[in-house]
């Protein structure tokens, strides 16, 4: 057996994509950057990216609104002594206002 048989290649089975990219996007990524890219079912990936597009839409139809103007509660006494470090940190150390330079 030749030393190149003996080889194999480090893969996932899953693939995590943000940004739900076109279905033309999608499927160039599987051809050039998957393993055997060449050979897979494009009709297949198609399917499933347009059950998942079609998901999404669903979700983004049926859950609009919902993070709008959430209840603002106070939070318990008892968490408040494990807070203070946080809030120094977050709120009197900068954090915030370094993030804030970013924010258009």
């Known amino acids: 057996m030749s030393a190149i048989a003996d080889l194999t290649v480090a893969s996932d089975p899953h693939v995590?994509?943000?940004g739900r990219p076109p279905i033309g996007e999608l499927l160039g990524f599987f051809r050039?950057?998957?393993?055997?890219?060449?050979?897979?079912?494009?009709?297949?990936?198609?399917?499933?990216?347009?059950?998942?597009?079609?998901?999404?839409?669903?979700?983004?139809?049926d859950e609009a609104g919902l993070a709008d103007n959430p209840p603002v509660i106070a939070l318990a006494e008892s968490l408040a002594p494990s807070l203070r470090p946080l809030c120094q940190i977050v709120f009197v150390g900068g954090l915030i206002s370094s993030y804030q330079r970013m924010w258009p």
């Open 16 to 18: 995590f994509l943000i």
């Open 32 to 61: 050039t950057m998957c393993v055997d890219g060449q050979s897979i079912d494009l009709a297949s990936v198609t399917a499933e990216w347009r059950i998942a597009n079609d998901h999404v839409l669903k979700l983004e139809n």
